[in-house]
């Protein structure tokens, strides 16, 4: 490895640390607002209501929430699918029919039952990608694996919505070249349209 790829990797890691140790200091009592203040940005965006099938994420206890989001689009007849990460740090979208019924997957996760439809990228109009920090430019620091990054090969730019806690934007992301970028990111407090933003 390289002395840039070596700094680079640790910039990152130090981020990362940084931002999961304020993730997990996140008051419980705080949650709830946190969670309905989320969602009422995310139903309001144009992508969300224009969009037939959407990707959401089953959040970790400590990661803005979208539970309540994804029981809203699965109630007004939405597609609905989940990352389900398969071996060599690739992932694929299960369509979720239900909230009552999971399995655990990888990394503590909850993951969708076996026997799920997969649903095809192309057949996708709007992915939430969650993150443990994200920067104004659209930059975004997951936790380290590449699944995401692997998946976005397939997703365009204009599609990709970053979903984070307001105190997850930071002045710079450190990145590299197989990192990918979001168009906008939704907080509970804000809805940032990255400048410079592609069709």
Same mark, same amino acid.
């Given at each position: 490895?390289?002395?840039?790829?070596? /700094?680079?990797?640790?910039?990152?890691?130090?981020?990362?640390?940084?931002?999961?140790? #304020?993730?997990? &200091?996140?008051?419980?009592?705080?949650?709830?607002?946190?969670?309905?203040? #989320?969602?009422? %940005?995310? +139903?309001?965006?144009?992508?969300? =209501?224009?969009?037939?099938?959407?990707? &959401?994420?089953?959040?970790?206890?400590?990661? &803005? %929430?979208?539970?309540? /989001?994804? =029981?809203?689009?699965?109630?007004?007849?939405?597609?609905?699918?989940?990352?389900?990460?398969?071996?060599?740090?690739?992932?694929?979208?299960?369509?979720? +029919?239900? $909230?009552?019924?999971?399995?655990?997957?990888? /990394?503590?996760?909850? %993951?969708?039952?076996?026997?799920?439809?997969?649903?095809?990228?192309?057949?996708?109009? $709007? +992915?939430?990608?969650?993150?443990?920090?994200?920067?104004?430019?659209? %930059?975004?620091?997951?936790?380290?694996?590449?699944?995401?990054?692997?998946?976005?090969?397939?997703?365009?730019?204009?599609?990709?919505?970053?979903?984070?806690?307001? /105190? =997850?934007?930071?002045?710079?992301?450190? *990145? !590299?070249?197989? !990192?990918?970028? +979001?168009?906008?990111?939704?907080?509970?407090?804000?809805?940032? *349209?990255?400048?410079? $933003? $592609?069709?």
């Amino acid at each position: 490895m390289s002395k840039e790829a070596l /700094f680079l990797a640790k910039e990152k890691s130090g981020l990362r640390r940084r931002m999961l140790a #304020l993730r997990r &200091a996140l008051s419980s009592d705080e949650s709830p607002y946190l969670i309905k203040s #989320l969602f009422g %940005n995310l +139903v309001s965006l144009p992508e969300y =209501q224009n969009a037939r099938s959407i990707m &959401a994420y089953l959040a970790m206890p400590d990661e &803005a %929430n979208l539970d309540l /989001f994804i =029981q809203y689009s699965l109630e007004r007849g939405k597609i609905v699918c989940v990352p389900v990460c398969l071996d060599e740090g690739n992932m694929e979208a299960g369509r979720l +029919v239900s $909230m009552s019924c999971f399995e655990k997957g990888p /990394f503590g996760l909850r %993951n969708i039952p076996s026997g799920y439809e997969i649903i095809s990228p192309k057949e996708i109009d $709007m +992915v939430l990608l969650p993150a443990v920090a994200y920067d104004l430019d659209g %930059n975004r620091l997951g936790m380290g694996k590449g699944y995401y990054d692997r998946f976005l090969e397939m997703i365009p730019f204009k599609k990709r919505i970053g979903v984070a806690w307001n /105190f =997850q934007i930071v002045p710079k992301v450190p *990145t !590299d070249v197989h !990192d990918k970028k +979001v168009c906008k990111i939704v907080t509970e407090e804000r809805i940032i *349209t990255v400048k410079g $933003m $592609m069709s």
